[in-house]
């Protein structure tokens, strides 16, 4: 595609539920990003991919928080048993090479909201 | 840790005048990217200017510009001409150029709103 796609646009799941976000790339871009941005806040990183592997999951807030790229392209990011405060926008980038020397495309990004 | 602070929550301004976002940041790193990021009703967030840190040269891209002050580690923005479109949400942000430096850190963003 022309863009970074994220699928569902919105999600809404009732606490202690499973839910998982996709994150279509640019094609050929090799870094991923996820980034969860709460409200009134900006982006907050959660997790970098370069091909298939994590390259950086230090910012995942715990264990019920999972995210895979298994072929090097599309990313799942996982939530088990949803919390209230796991609600927010789930945004994703990518780019062509990690760092800050070549631009990060952003998707629209996945709002999430636990009832 | 790097810290990004954007202390005008709001800000509005009158359709073709000029405005400036103000950002300060923290670091001990010498070589670093600064960016202003673009966030409309849309979500999408997309990049309006990239400075970067060894370069003394102010970046500019056609209304947008920054006033890059290394040494006081301040990023602002002028938007010159503010047209209806530029109604947003703006985030500085930063990125390290030190060996796995590959997140964005973000401020908590100001409130462009333009008034016809």
């Known amino acids: 595609g022309a863009g970074v796609s994220q699928t569902p646009s919105n999600k809404v799941t009732e606490k202690g539920k499973y839910v998982e976000l996709r994150c279509d790339p640019i094609?050929?871009?090799?870094?991923l990003y996820w980034y969860r941005q709460s409200l009134g806040q900006g982006p907050e990183f959660l997790i970098y991919?370069?091909?298939?592997?994590?390259?950086?999951d230090s910012g995942l807030p715990n264990d019920r928080f999972f995210a895979v790229r298994p072929e090097g392209s599309v990313s799942t990011l996982k939530i088990q048993r949803t919390e209230r405060g796991d609600s927010a926008v789930y945004l994703c980038a990518s780019s062509l090479s990690p760092g800050g020397g070549t631009e990060a495309f952003f998707g629209q990004g996945t709002r999430l909201t636990v009832v | 840790a790097q810290t990004v602070t954007q202390s005008q929550p709001e800000m509005s301004v009158q359709e073709a005048e000029t405005v400036t976002l103000s950002c300060t940041y923290d670091t001990s790193e010498s070589n670093y990217y600064l960016f202003w990021y673009k966030q409309p009703p849309s979500r999408q967030m997309i990049l309006v200017i990239r400075q970067e840190a060894y370069k003394q040269q102010n970046a500019t891209e056609n209304r947008f510009s920054v006033n890059f002050q290394k040494a006081a580690k301040s990023f602002s923005l002028k938007i010159s001409d503010s047209q209806l479109g530029d109604t947003a949400m703006y985030f500085c942000?930063?990125?390290?150029?030190?060996?796995?430096?590959?997140?964005?850190?973000f401020g908590k963003g100001t409130k462009l709103s333009v008034i016809p």
């Open positions: 094609s050929g871009h090799t870094a």
């Open positions: 942000a930063f990125i390290g150029l030190r060996a796995g430096s590959y997140q964005l850190t």
């Open positions: 991919f370069q091909g298939t592997g994590a390259a950086d």
